[in-house]
């Protein structure tokens, strides 16, 4: 496998995440457009853009279209529930997303850590590592890797993985090698973090999962700027937001972190996420993907 392998991130084309219905995509037509676009992967969000009982389809696309399924996204947040029913109910998604990436031929089952103001940064790891510690013995014995993405929003406020530092907690906190990173730096650059050198350098043994985003602050004046923001795409914090831009048009050195990710040996995907209005969608996604291939051999 070439150390870097591009992946597309179909969340854009779930309902939730477009603005109408015009650019909605069918799994036929999701597999069918990551192959037009060139791309041998991608990266499908269990409970957005299927369902259990689409996994029978989903096999038959991928030897129909020749693409195959870098990762599952469960759709989790592990620090989200509260009660013994909710976490029950969490920890039941997390699972059937492993068994689904098993049966895709995935490595990777990917989460999110979530907002919690009733519990301790300190209980909150405590509390992931003893309420999810069967998925993180299936993952195991599957041969997956959980990949708990860094988030941002203007509504997260100080979860745990809106900083380098406290990713680090986490991941170390847990303890498991079935429970690494997916690393985000358009979303830790939103954060005030500085994603590349500072994080990646601080959490690279843990990285196994990339996505490609560029940004830039968000301006007003700029008619783009402010579609984003009526589509809600924007990013980051209310006091500092971001807008998604197409990759190598951004403040983000990402020539620097691709060029770092080869030299420290990372061999893996990463996805191509546009996080954009719905009618440029194509644009971010083969700009990001002409950005990889000069890396991609």
């Known amino acids: 496998m070439s150390s870097i392998v591009p992946s597309i991130f179909a969340t854009e084309w779930a309902p939730s995440n477009l603005q109408s219905e015009k650019y909605l995509l069918s799994l036929d037509s999701i597999f069918a457009k990551v192959k037009s676009f060139g791309c041998d992967f991608v990266h499908l969000v269990y409970c957005w853009n299927f369902d259990k009982d689409d996994v029978a389809t989903i096999e038959t696309l991928i030897e129909r279209y020749n693409v195959h399924v870098s990762c599952v996204h469960s759709l989790t947040q592990l620090n989200r529930p509260n009660s013994a029913a909710e976490i029950e109910k969490e920890r039941v998604q997390l699972s059937e997303a492993i068994t689904i990436a098993g049966r895709f031929g995935a490595a990777l089952v990917a989460c999110n850590f979530g907002q919690n103001a009733s519990r301790t940064e300190e209980a909150a790891i405590a509390d992931c590592k003893t309420n999810y510690a069967s998925c993180f013995d299936a993952a195991a014995d599957s041969e997956l890797t959980i ?147 000069r890396y991609v051999s």
Not at 179 to 202: C, I, R, T, V, W
Not at 226 to 251: D, W
């Open 147 to 293: 990949v708990v993405e860094n988030t941002c929003s203007a509504n997260v406020g100080d979860e745990i993985t809106t900083s380098a530092e406290g990713i680090l907690r986490l991941i170390e906190g847990v303890g498991t090698p079935s429970f690494k990173f997916q690393f985000d730096p358009g979303n830790l650059q939103s954060m005030g973090e500085q994603a590349y050198p500072y994080a990646y350098e601080l959490l690279k043994e843990h990285v196994r999962f990339i996505h490609l985003k560029d940004v830039v602050k968000y301006d007003g004046t700029v008619d783009y700027h402010r579609r984003a923001e009526t589509a809600r795409k924007l990013i980051g914090t209310n006091a500092s937001r971001y807008v998604t831009v197409p990759v190598g048009e951004g403040e983000m050195d990402l020539v620097g972190l691709i060029g770092n990710l080869i030299k420290d040996g990372y061999k893996g995907f990463i996805d191509v996420e546009p996080h954009t209005v719905e009618d440029r969608l194509d644009e971010f996604y083969t700009t990001g993907l002409n950005f990889l291939s």
